[in-house]
């Protein structure tokens, strides 16, 4: 598991605002790229960090929330 400092300097190196990348402690094998208007360059420089972390990369491109 990364902290947030940590995802926070590689999501800035990838061109990313701080908390656009994240973990969630139920699913530490898996790192989230939320930020659905992301570059396809933006999304292969965390997909590269993950792979030599040994991580998986979850593109968010969309929330639906539902209707009230």
Known sequence: ??????LNDVGQNCGLAVGEL???ESEKRLIFLFRPDSSPEERACVAKWARKNGLKTVFVNA??????
């Open 1 to 6: 598991m990364h902290t947030q400092a940590e």
């Open 22 to 24: 994240f973990q969630d």
């Open 63 to 68: 929330i639906n929330y539902p209707a009230s």
